[in-house]
């Protein structure tokens, strides 16, 4: 028998709580249980966060904002830990998250520059073989607070959904180049990063896509989805 994976949910918000966040863990255990995969623990205690307290974790997944409570120590053992081999999930906000820790925006891959859209939008799907996209359409909709970014560039990263610029107004954009990814996934070390903009919304949350597609994110950077 396979053994289930420990997901850590951080829910720590040094900046502004999104009110997503208690549904976001209700569905994140259940999805846990359901499938058998993984057991999900979620805390607000950035204390977690050691290198003692990681190897008890095969993935932690960011619902985070602003400039986390940890000493360098702690962000050394968070870094060490995806570049180990350690799976790191981060979802709509966890962008939002440690500015003045350029490690960190590495690793996730950019971070939050704006919200200029609030609307239902279409997004496209990049990619439809990864375990995160492979149940959705090539274009779908969705009604979230889209973000932007900065310090991002599809280089560094594998974009599985971006924006449907056509579905906005792009006058109100934060980037020159107008590339507005919603989704992306990358290796760092030995480790996996997936991030995925969407969850603004407790409803989505409730949405078979999108829980799909989070878990399909989970499992893929777990290694137990390809």
Known sequence: MVQRGRLLILTHSAGFRHNYIPTAVEV???????VGEFEAFATDECSSITTEG???WDAILFLTTGELPMDEGQKKALITFVKAGGAFIGIHN????F??????????????????WTQEIWAIVEDSNHPSTRHLPRRFKAKEEVYTFRDWSR?????LIS????SVDLSKGTRSDQDYALAWCHNYGKGRVFYTAFGHFPQLWREEW????????ILWAMRRLE
């Open 28 to 34: 994140l255990t259940k999805l846990g249980e359901r």
């Open 54 to 56: 990681l190897s008890d």
């Open 94 to 97: 966890a962008t939002d998250t």
């Open 99 to 116: 500015y003045k820790f350029p490690g960190y925006g590495e690793m996730i891959g950019g971070y939050f520059q704006g919200h200029p």
């Open 155 to 159: 280089e560094r990263t594998h974009v």
């Open 163 to 166: 924006l449907d610029n056509n």
């Open 210 to 217: 999108f829980q799909k597609h989070i878990l399909g994110g």
